[in-house]
Structures are given as C-alpha cells and as structure tokens.
C-alpha cells in the first residue's frame, strides 16, 4: 500500500460534516475580518501554549516578519539565526533590512548552537532566533542567559512546534515572541496559510494587534506604519475544530515515533542519537565511525515535549541518503529532505558580509544525510511498518 509523507484528507474528511457546519456558521454572520471567531480562536491558542496574549497573522511567516518589525529592526541591525531551517527565519530578517547571521546548529537535536553564536556576535546584534525544528525545543535556559548577558531581544520560531514544550513550559511563551504557522502540513493544520504571535507583554499584544492591521488605531488614524497581517475569521473557526482535538494528533505522533525508533533501532547499524552528543560534532562522528553506524534516529530530549512534525533520519555516508530516499520512493513511499541547502548557502544571502554567511559545518553535513519518513498521526499500523521494512530491505 502506498504510504504518503502525509494525507491530509485523512484528518480533514473525518471532521467533515463539523467544518462544512462551521462554515455555514460563518457565512451567516457576514463577519470574515476580525470578530468573536478570530478572538475565541486566540484565547483558545494562548490557553495551549500557556501564554497571556495571541494574535493571529496571516501566516507564520507574517508572524516572524511582525515580530521583526515589531522590535523596529532594520539596516544596520544583525540577528542571530541557525542556518539549517526553512526560509522564513532568515527570509523575514532580511525583509527589515536586517542583516541574517546564521549560525551552526546541534548534530542531535539540529537546533541553533551558541557556542557558534557566540562566535559570530557583535556590536551591531540585536536579537536571536531560536528555531523549535521538527518540533523539539531548542535549550532555552541557554538562549534566555546568553540573550540576557548580550541585552538581545529572542524570538522563537515554533513555527513547527505549536504545543511542544521545554521543562514544561510552552514553547514560544519563553523568549519575547513567540511565532507558530498553521500551514496546512503543519501538526495544527488550517485551509490555507494562517499564523500567530504570543507574547506576555500586555504593551506588545497591543503594538502587533495594532501592527498586523496597518498600523491602526482608532479607525483611519495610523501611528506607525503597519501591514495586512490579519487572519481570516473563517480560517481561526475551522482551525477552532481542529484545536479540539489537537491532544490525540500529537499523541498519533509521538505513538508512531515510538514505533520507529523501537523497530528500527533494532537493525543492523542503526543507533538513537544521544543527548551526550548535544552540540558537540566531534564525539558525534567519532562513535559513529568507531560504532559502525549506517543509519542515526532522532531523538527526544528527556527534558522535552517533543511533538514530531517530522521524524528525520541522519544517513551515513556519501550518496547513502540519496540513495534511500530513491529507494523509498520506489516503494511508494513518501520522504522528504528538510533542508537540502542550508541556508549560509543560499544564491539570495550571497551577497551578505563574510562574517554572516561564515561556514557551517555541521548544517552542511546535515544538508547531505537528513530525510524524513511519515510520521502524520492517521498513519496505520500496516504503514508504519511497510516503512520498517522498506529502511530494513535498504540497509540488508
């Protein structure tokens, strides 16, 4: 049986006949911009997160870019950001006119490293992105001290991580902002691009409500220029539904993560990372080399709440992930490589002082080994172990 990288249909279609009822619902009120679904929507987020204020955004890439503008970032000003991440982080500090510093990320956890952004801070840095990538918390005891001895201001890209935590506290309720995507591919995924903002500051809910609808307040009178960064009421009613059972979809995903991890580690020259090997590339490789290992797992930090959005391999060896990846794919299997090209290597960011795009060793082995493997919560049995033994057939 075929076995997508991801169905949505397969967690949609079942809520069909409540989403077409909400919609209705929706219709009947004529309010589309703004209104009670908009702002039950944001209590109902704050509540999961665990943070005082949400603002819904168009999209999570608007959420990063009002966060930016937000702090009146701009030229002349420099942010830390891990260079092994999707667009968006860097995309949106570009946007300011801000300069894009990236930084090397963990071999085991794939998060920013700050030790490498310790080496790259200057006079001219004004903020840090922690990006939650793949769903597992970045160490934020670490970014919160590091930001507060450098008077930097820290936004957390969770886009990826809505519900995640660290020691028990919401990601993206840490730093001064934190920013999460509703892309339909996303572990809360809407119809369509929507975002958010949360915050604990009553003074920045304030600024961002009034930002993300022109710069606005009252009605035609605009104290700063803002931008349309509203999400539409239809779009926070249907993802209202979907909220309700947000709990079971991560516990789908952590579930079928478990499975992977417990089968898989099983094989022949495949071994968990270890939280040993946090940060510290060197120890990596040398066990991987003396261990024999072919094939490295993901892990969850004991210290997390790991959500999964993606369940991403490490492949050992030159042309090995390519490889698989083909392999799998011959097997109608799905897979994916987050990220190919980091991003200090991107044709957009060549043109950026030498000391922003300095090398990044550890994101560029990651760029060649990563792929992930579905991990979406509807996912059978007989799938989860289809992909088992597809991985094993490879590996024999």
């Not at 209590?43 to 959420?63: N, P, R, W, Y």
């Not at 892990?299 to 997390?304: A, D």
Request: net charge negative; glycine share 8%; hydrophobic share 40%.
């Amino acid at each position: 049986m075929p076995v997508p990288l991801l169905d949505v249909n397969a967690q949609n279609l079942p809520l069909e006949a409540e989403l077409k009822e909400v919609f209705e619902r929706v219709l009947h009120t004529g309010r589309f911009i703004l209104g009670d679904e908009v702002d039950a929507f944001e209590a109902e987020c704050a509540a999961l997160v665990g943070a005082k204020h949400a603002i819904s955004m168009s999209s999570g890439t608007d959420a990063l870019l009002a966060a930016f503008m937000a702090l009146n970032l701009g030229p002349g000003d420099e942010v830390l950001c891990p260079a092994f991440t999707f667009f968006a982080t860097a995309g949106c500090i570009a946007r300011t006119g801000a300069t894009p510093v990236f930084c090397d990320v963990c071999p085991v956890c794939f998060n920013i490293d700050l030790d490498s952004a310790a080496e790259r801070l200057t006079s001219k840095t004004k903020a840090i992105v922690p990006v939650h990538l793949f769903g597992q918390s970045a160490a934020m005891d670490e970014v919160m001290a590091f930001a507060k001895q450098h008077g930097l201001a820290v936004i957390e890209d969770a886009a990826q991580a809505i519900g995640s935590t660290y020691k028990g506290v919401g990601c993206g309720t840490i730093g001064d902002y934190g920013c999460y995507s509703f892309f339909p591919s996303k572990n809360l995924g809407g119809f369509g691009d929507g975002g958010l903002i949360t915050t604990n500051d009553d003074a920045r809910a304030e600024q961002l409500k009034q930002l993300r609808n022109h710069g606005m307040h009252p009605k035609y009178y605009h104290s700063f220029v803002g931008a349309n960064f509203r999400m539409d009421a239809l779009q926070c009613a249907l993802l209202r539904v979907k909220l309700r059972h947000y709990a079971e979809y991560t516990d789908g995903r952590r579930r079928n993560a478990a499975f992977y991890t417990e089968k898989l580690s099983a094989l022949s020259g495949v071994s968990t990372a270890r939280e040993s090997d946090c940060c510290c590339p060197e120890g990596q490789t040398a066990r991987l080399e003396r261990e024999g290992i072919r094939l490295l797992l993901p892990v969850s930090y004991q210290h997390n709440g790991h959500i999964w959005n993606q369940y991403t391999l490490r492949v050992i060896g030159d042309g090995r992930r390519d490889a698989l990846k083909q392999h799998l794919i011959d097997k109608g299997i799905g897979c994916e490589v987050y990220y190919p090209v980091p991003l200090h290597r991107q044709e957009c960011f060549q043109s950026l002082p030498a000391q922003a795009i300095q090398a990044c060793p550890v994101s560029e082995r990651l760029a060649t080994e990563v792929l992930s493997i579905p991990i979406y919560p509807e996912l059978l049995e007989s799938q989860r172990q289809e992909v088992v033994e597809a991985i094993a057939g490879f590996l024999s």
